[in-house]
T-cell receptor, first 113, second 114 residues
Framework: LAKTTQPISMDSYEGQEVNITCSHN???????ITWYQQFPSQGPRFIIQ???TKVTNEVASLFIPADRKSSTLSLPRVSLSDTAVYYCLVGDIHSGGSYIPTFGRGTSLIVHP | EPEVTQTPSHQVTQMGQEVILRCVPISNHLYFYWYRQILGQKVEFLVSFYNNEISEKSEIFDDQFSVERPDGSNFTLKIRSTKLEDSAMYFCASSEGKANTEAFFGQGTRLTVV
C-alpha cells in the first residue's frame, strides 16, 4: 500500500482558497488518488478522485503532477462549513485483491470567520 | 441519492455484554465494510465482506467480532463481549468493490461501553 503524508492541520479564513498537499512517493502505476472529507461525528465522504493532471468537480479541484508522487486538493473560497478533516488515499488494493479504503491521520482544516 | 444507513445512532452497553450494530448498505453494492474510530484517532479498517464471506480483516478484528449478512439487505457487526476500549464510532460502508471506486459511509453508531 502506498504511504501518504499530509500536514496534520491547516488554518484558513472564509473566502480564501485552500490547498492541501499530499505526498505519495511510492505510488504504483495503477493507483488512483482519492480524497475524502470527514465532519465531526460523521462518516467520511468522497470528495474527488484522479489519476493524473487535473480533475475538477463542483466541490474541489485535484492537481496531480506528471510524476504523480504528490497531489494537491484545492478548495476554492472556503466557508466555515468546510471545517473538517481531509484524507488523501492512494492505492488500497490489499494482498487478497480486495479494494479497501485505508485512512491515515488526515489534515484537520479549520476555517476562521 | 442512495445512502448507507446505520442503527442505532448511539448504543450504551455494559462491559461484557454483546452488542449488534446494524447497517443497510446501498442495494447494488457488492463490498461491505466496517470501520471504527476511537475518539480523536483515525478511521481504522476492521473487516470487508464480499460474496457472503469475509474477504479481508485487520488485526483489530479478533474473535470477539463477527459479521453477518442475515438477509438481502442488512449487514451486521457483532461484538461478543464488549470491553471499555471498544468504545468508539463504528462506521459501515459499501462500494461497488472495483478498484478506485468510492466507498459510501454511513453516519455511524457511537458505542459507549460502561
Amino acid at each position: 500500500l502506498a504511504k501518504t503524508t499530509q500536514p496534520i492541520s491547516m488554518d484558513s479564513y472564509e473566502g480564501q482558497e485552500v490547498n492541501i498537499t499530499c505526498s505519495h512517493n511510492n505510488i504504483a502505476t495503477n493507483d488512483y488518488i482519492t480524497w475524502y472529507q470527514q465532519f465531526p461525528s460523521q462518516g467520511p465522504r468522497f470528495i474527488i478522485q484522479g489519476y493524473k493532471t487535473k480533475v475538477t468537480n463542483e466541490v474541489a479541484s485535484l492537481f496531480i503532477p506528471a510524476d504523480r508522487k504528490s497531489s494537491t486538493l484545492s478548495l476554492p473560497r472556503v466557508s466555515l462549513s468546510d471545517t473538517a478533516v481531509y484524507y488523501c488515499l492512494v492505492g488500497d488494493i490489499h494482498s487478497g485483491g480486495s479494494y479497501i479504503p485505508t485512512f491515515g491521520r488526515g489534515t484537520s482544516l479549520i476555517v476562521h470567520p | 441519492e442512495p445512502e448507507v444507513t446505520q442503527t442505532p445512532s448511539h448504543q450504551v452497553t455494559q462491559m461484557g455484554q454483546e452488542v449488534i450494530l446494524r447497517c443497510v448498505p446501498i442495494s447494488n453494492h457488492l463490498y461491505f465494510y466496517w470501520y471504527r474510530q476511537i475518539l480523536g484517532q483515525k478511521v481504522e479498517f476492521l473487516v470487508s465482506f464480499y460474496n457472503n464471506e469475509i474477504s479481508e480483516k485487520s488485526e483489530i478484528f479478533d474473535d470477539q467480532f463477527s459479521v453477518e449478512r442475515p438477509d438481502g439487505s442488512n449487514f451486521t457487526l457483532k461484538i461478543r463481549s464488549t470491553k471499555l476500549e471498544d468504545s468508539a464510532m463504528y462506521f459501515c460502508a459499501s462500494s461497488e468493490g472495483k478498484a478506485n471506486t468510492e466507498a459510501f459511509f454511513g453516519q455511524g453508531t457511537r458505542l459507549t461501553v460502561v
